[in-house]
């Protein structure tokens, strides 16, 4: 029961994190770009799915690496 206590306060302290919401306003503002630019629908998703994942990750990855060293 600890151990699920310990993941559940992870999880929060890994979206507590200003890094996090840094790399998420990052990413919408370059989805927001795409779709302000691209007039094709289709090609908006095509590009703002793959550069949300990315960004997604890459903000996750960017908070874990600051939390552990």
């Keep these: 029961m600890l ?3 310990d993941l559940i306060l992870a999880i929060g302290d890994l979206l507590m994190s200003w890094r996090m919401y840094v790399g998420l306003a990052v990413t919408a503002g370059l989805c927001w770009l795409t779709v302000s630019v ?3 629908e289709t090609a908006q998703w095509a ?3 793959p ?3 990315v960004g997604l ?3 996750f990855l960017w908070q874990i690496r600051a939390d552990h060293g």
């Design 47 to 49: 590009i703002c799915v």
């Design 3 to 5: 151990g699920l206590l």
């Design 51 to 53: 550069v949300g994942v």
């Design 57 to 59: 990750i890459a903000s």
């Design 38 to 40: 691209v007039p094709n």
